[in-house]
């Protein structure tokens, strides 16, 4: 299976901030990764899929770049509906794996 | 707009099984695959299987193969999730998951994008 691994696991930002999440694949997955927020009590929200196309609606302070086994999410200008916990997703090959989530926390 | 709806959440003793339904709209049911995604309390995310709801074909995660078994109706438009022999870690939350569209090229099998809330699954004795 291909382990994803994500880095921090968990930060604290301020209100403004602009930050970013790592994520790495145990090997090549080619673009084929996405990421996805989590709000407590909610399900999932897929933000970027093709490691940096975003979803229909995201707003482009949601940013992704990465290839082959490096990955970041960057986010621009934290609000408060953006405190949540993110994770990223490899669809290159079975089984489906997720990273473990980061948290982002208000400092 | 897309939705994907879940029946409520089930209270189930160690041994017994689950079923869990997820009714889509707003898509035509049959082009798109649907996963199952389970999030155990506190933890992360778990990809559990697919479904092709056209023909009913089905991959498991190994971890749950023998254990759980993927159908849908489509006249109804939606896919049912059975897990049975349950023990207590499967407490969890399951997701349905909307999948990539059937005519997309095949390196997007595993592409999913829209979640249905969630069904809470809570195994104790």
């Known amino acids: 299976d291909i382990q994803m691994t994500q880095s921090p696991s968990s930060l604290s930002a301020s209100v403004g901030d602009r930050i970013t999440i790592t994520c790495r694949a145990s090997?090549?997955?080619?673009?084929?990764l996405a990421w996805f927020q989590q709000i407590p009590g909610k399900a999932p929200k897929s933000l970027i899929y093709?490691?940096?196309t975003l979803q229909s609606g995201v707003p482009s302070k949601f940013s992704g770049s990465g290839s082959g086994t490096d990955f970041t999410l960057t986010i621009s200008n934290l609000q408060p509906e953006d405190f949540a916990t993110y994770y990223c997703?490899?669809?290159?090959?079975?089984?489906?794996?997720f990273g473990q989530g980061t948290k982002v926390e208000i400092k | 707009q897309v939705q994907l709806v879940q029946s409520g959440a089930e209270v189930k003793k160690p041994g017994a099984s689950v079923k869990v339904s997820c009714k889509s709209s707003?898509?035509?049911?049959?082009?798109?695959?649907i996963h199952w995604v389970r999030q155990a309390p506190g933890l992360g995310l778990e990809w559990m299987g697919i479904?092709?709801?056209?023909?009913?074909?089905?991959t498991y995660a190994q971890k749950f193969q023998g254990r759980v078994i993927m159908t849908r109706d489509t006249s109804t438009s939606t896919v049912y999730m059975e897990l049975s022999s349950l023990k207590s870690d499967d407490t969890a939350i399951y997701y349905c998951?909307?999948?990539?569209?059937?005519?997309?090229?095949?390196?997007?099998?595993?592409?999913?994008?829209?979640w249905g809330k969630g069904t809470t699954v809570t195994v104790s004795s």
């Open positions: 707003g898509y035509i049911f049959t082009t798109h695959f």
């Open positions: 997703q490899q669809y290159n090959s079975y089984p489906v794996t």
């Open positions: 093709d490691a940096s």
């Open positions: 090997q090549g997955i080619n673009n084929y």
């Open positions: 998951v909307r999948g990539s569209d059937s005519s997309w090229p095949w390196n997007y099998y595993y592409y999913i994008d829209v």
């Open positions: 479904m092709n709801p056209t023909g009913g074909s089905t």
